[in-house]
């Protein structure tokens, strides 16, 4: 395998390397492109562009994109399924946050 074919290889292995041209990207989710333009219209991902100007998606996006279709589907509106998500990912990083907060503070023996 030529050196250059190599370094793609790699990057598929890579969750944020943006694989999916937009139709293989509705395929997968079983969607349509206009869904995947309705979620980055939103804000929720933001597709890389090719050479060409066509959106890109990573396997990151794609299963962001798979929680919104997944919210849709039991009837939430796309721009509320988008906010719900924003809001569950500040709720993670917030949590996560805490967690590391409290161990450090663990480490140095103050109680909390």
Not at 2 to 11: F, H, K, Q, T, W
Not at 42 to 49: C, E, F
Not at 81 to 87: D, E, F, K, S, V
């Amino acid at each position: 395998m030529p050196a250059e074919n190599a370094a793609v290889g790699g990057n598929l292995d890579d969750d944020d390397y943006p694989a999916y041209t937009m139709g293989r990207a509705a395929d997968v989710l079983g969607t349509t492109p206009a869904f995947l333009r309705a979620v980055g219209e939103s804000g929720l991902i933001t597709p890389l562009r090719s050479e060409g100007g066509h959106r890109r998606y990573s396997r990151r996006q794609l299963r962001i994109a798979a929680r919104a279709r997944e919210l849709v589907g039991q009837g939430t509106p796309v721009e509320a399924a988008c906010r719900i998500i924003t809001l569950e990912n500040q709720l993670d990083d917030a949590l996560r946050l805490n967690r590391e907060i409290r161990r450090k503070l663990d480490e140095r023996g103050a109680d909390i």
